[in-house]
């Protein structure tokens, strides 16, 4: 099979306008693109209406206060422990309550306006222990759900000879879009994911954001920030294995002047 590289275009040129606030890069349409570039980045009155047309669309949305996310890992699982694939409706262990307690109490002195949490019953439970503590609204999202995988593997250890075989299948083919060993999110899947939950954290209206999202799209969610639609499969595979997250682990990024950075990766001092 002939390795794909549809899903791993540059990155298109920055696109921003100078109206005396911030505007976020947002997929503006080809017309404003076309016609502000070839002006040479000059704004020339005859194409504002249609730059303020993509504005009232969502296509370009205006920013002028940074965003801190805090990227939370759920609490532990029993799975965890065992090494076990886990299922979508696996619950917190009572060691795993006991971590989103005490990392709720940690965030009593992080200023926290709204929690944004995977719909998975672990990272719910996680969130709903948070927000009982800090008293802030939690928003559901499918977007932050741990990366799909086959099916088959729930249940089985990670040393298990079928999954040790299914996972290198998957790893030598991850390059190629148009692969799948079977329902699993490949690696235009999670790239695609991972940088529309980006872009919903960049248009939240609020400053300070707690995500209650899982392990490997955590990783992923970094990874797509660090490289943008430059991403590729095997920069996204090495940063899944060398960055390691905790559960209840805190990352933290900030996005400003149309960039992210990672001012910390898995902070686990309320651990002990």
């Not at 609020?206 to 209650?212: C, F, G, H, S, Y």
Request: proline share 5%.
């Amino acid at each position: 099979m002939t390795p794909s590289t549809t899903g791993e275009a540059p990155n298109p040129p920055p696109f921003s306008l100078n109206f005396g606030s911030l505007v976020q890069r947002r997929e503006p349409c080809l017309f404003c693109i076309t016609n502000l570039f070839s002006a040479g980045g000059r704004q020339r009155p005859p194409f504002l209406p249609k730059v303020f047309s993509c504005i009232l669309k969502g296509m370009i949305t205006v920013r002028t206060k940074p965003v801190n996310v805090y990227l939370v890992r759920h609490g532990e699982t029993t799975l965890n422990v065992e090494r076990v694939h886990q299922a979508s409706d696996t619950k917190l262990s009572e060691r795993g309550i006991a971590q989103a307690k005490v990392v709720a109490k940690r965030f009593s002195y992080i200023p926290v306006d709204v929690i944004v949490s995977s719909t998975l019953k672990r990272a719910r439970q996680t969130a709903e222990i948070i927000a009982g503590t800090i008293q802030k609204p939690v928003k559901y999202s499918t977007l932050f759900v741990e990366k799909k995988r086959p099916q088959e593997l729930e249940g089985k250890r990670a040393e298990d000879p079928q999954a040790v075989r299914v996972k290198k299948l998957i790893h030598d083919h991850y390059h190629d879009h148009a692969w799948r060993y079977a329902a699993e999110e490949n690696f235009s899947d999670i790239k695609h994911r991972a940088l529309k939950a980006i872009r919903y954290l960049e248009k939240i209206d609020k400053e300070n954001v707690l995500v209650v999202s899982h392990g490997a799209f955590v990783r992923a969610i970094v990874s797509a920030m660090a490289f943008g639609l430059e991403l590729k499969s095997a920069e996204e595979q090495t940063l899944q294995h060398f960055l390691r997250l905790n559960n209840t682990g805190i990352s933290v990024c900030k996005f400003e002047n149309e960039k992210w950075e990672l001012l910390a990766w898995n902070d686990r001092a309320h651990l002990g």
